[in-house]
């Protein structure tokens, strides 16, 4: 197993989870990854930090070190077709060739034109959860346009027939993100990271926006009248990891790079370790806001995934994770 | 409270205008989290990382009063910068609960790239 860390942007950050990962012996964790320039593209997360070449370089020299490779996520799912302009072209290309020569060793893209572009450089490619891999056949497109890595689409995380016919269909690596706690089958879910990549960009709305957040506050409102969505979503428990481990699929993402450095490492720690104690929320990068609200009992949670590995996904002739969902989880009085 | 909140704002905008120039501060607040943090912030305009580095001791000193001034004990003081630039945006002195003492207060580095750490309990 090789675990992928979610690392915040900030030198000192990256210092501290190495620092925790070589003291505790978690070999287990093998790439951290953090935004590029938000001057060259937005991503799908908030952009906290904007790190110049020279210090993406510097990064990337003591994670080398260390013996840890050094991603760099470029996944905005919108440029406003920039990209595909001769300036963008040319920016593109251009940081591209910067990374490369900053040693990176490989960058996360969402947008096709670009897994294409990255060909041209010996970095991996690495396709972004935001490029929504959900079948084989797309699984494939993303390989012939020159992916190394597929990041899949956290809504087929419990489909184990078709990550199972993925791993079959391409002969790159398959990538799952653990943590991430969107709703399964989010309506908002395109919307939502459209908007993200613009306002984490220098390709910024035109006008102030009067709800700055408006799919996040849906998503939490929806989960607060509706808890059984929580347990349906695409998250994987760190005991979980060996189900997917038995179908081929060797590599795990944790997601959180906007979130304290201290939480980064406390996930990093119960995803080495395959283990936790305690309330699921604590180790979801989304819907963290409601680890205050809702108890998830991660050991309720023992046994599910054998359920949810056969699961069709009818919720409506199943009731399953409504029935786990009144045994594990109570409200924080 | 209202007064003492009134007055807080004014003294804060007087005390960076002051030591750094034209500093807008439109809000104050007190606030209550739901895991236990209770904090003083002051949004702001004008300020940027370096004035912060330059005048942190007395930073420092004025929220602290201003923070203890509506009782909150401020333990962990910090200025948020907006992502990816150096403008600082919100100053907050927070009162934190074990949680956040650990996650958010508790590593060497400052928790997030766009936080600058002034003060920390230890």
């Known amino acids: ?333 | 409270m209202k007064e003492e909140l009134g007055a807080s704002r004014r003294k804060l905008e007087g005390e960076l205008r002051n030591l750094v120039g034209n500093i807008f501060v439109p809000e104050v607040k007190v606030f209550g989290m739901a895991c236990g943090c209770v904090g003083y912030a002051a949004d702001l305009r004008g300020l940027q990382s370096d004035d912060v580095d330059v005048f942190k001791a007395k930073i420092n000193a004025i929220l602290s009063e201003l923070s203890k001034s509506v009782g909150v004990e401020p333990e962990f003081i910090y200025a948020r910068k907006l992502p990816g630039s150096e403008e600082v945006v919100t100053l907050t002195a927070r009162e934190l609960c074990e949680r956040c003492k650990r996650e958010f207060a508790g590593s060497k580095a400052s928790p997030r790239p766009d936080i600058v750490v002034l003060k920390k309990r230890r």
Not at chain 1, 7 to 21: C, D, Q, R, S, Y
Not at chain 1, 22 to 28: D, I, K, R, V
Not at chain 1, 40 to 64: C, F, N, W
Not at chain 1, 149 to 159: A, E, F, G, K, P
Request: hydrophobic share 40%; aromatic share 10%.
């Open chain 1, 1 to 333: 197993m090789q675990l992928m860390i979610p690392h915040p942007g900030h030198f000192p950050a990256l210092k501290e989870i190495i620092e925790v990962k070589e003291a505790e012996g978690l070999n287990e964790v093998g790439e951290v990854f953090m935004g590029g320039s938000p001057e060259v593209m937005g991503s799908g997360r908030g952009v906290l930090h904007a790190p110049l070449i020279d210090e993406i370089k510097a990064q990337t020299e003591y994670a080398h070190q260390h013996g840890i490779k050094m991603h760099i996520v470029m996944n905005s799912t919108c440029t406003g077709a920039h990209h595909l302009t001769f300036e963008g072209y040319k920016m593109f290309k251009w940081y591209f060739n910067e990374l490369n020569k900053a040693d990176v060793d490989g960058v996360i893209v969402a947008e096709p034109y670009l897994v294409e572009l990255l060909r041209e450089f010996p970095m991996k490619t690495i396709v972004s959860v935001l490029s929504y891999v959900e079948s084989p056949q797309r699984a494939k497109f993303f390989e012939e346009l020159g992916a190394d890595v597929l990041t899949v689409d956290t809504n087929i995380n419990r489909h184990f027939d078709v990550l199972k016919a993925i791993v079959k269909a391409v002969n790159c690596e398959v990538k799952l993100i653990v943590n991430e706690g969107c709703l399964y089958r989010c309506p908002f879910r395109y919307s939502h990271y459209n908007l993200a990549s613009h306002l984490s960009s220098l390709n910024q709305p035109r006008f102030p926006l009067f709800a700055p957040d408006f799919y996040y506050d849906k998503c939490i409102n929806i989960r607060l009248r509706d808890p059984t969505q929580i347990t349906k979503s695409g998250w994987i428990r760190p005991e979980d990891l060996k189900e997917y481990e038995a179908i081929g699929i060797n590599t795990f993402k944790l997601s959180g790079r906007t979130k304290a450095v201290n939480w980064i490492i406390d996930c990093m720690r119960s995803y080495s370790h395959r283990s936790f104690k305690g309330n699921l929320l604590e180790l979801l990068d989304c819907p963290q806001l409601l680890r205050d609200m809702f108890y998830m009992d991660n050991d309720k949670f023992d046994g599910a995934i054998e359920h949810w590995k056969k699961c069709r996904k009818v919720c409506g002739e199943c009731g399953y994770c409504n029935e786990l969902t009144k045994e594990a989880l109570t409200i924080i009085k």
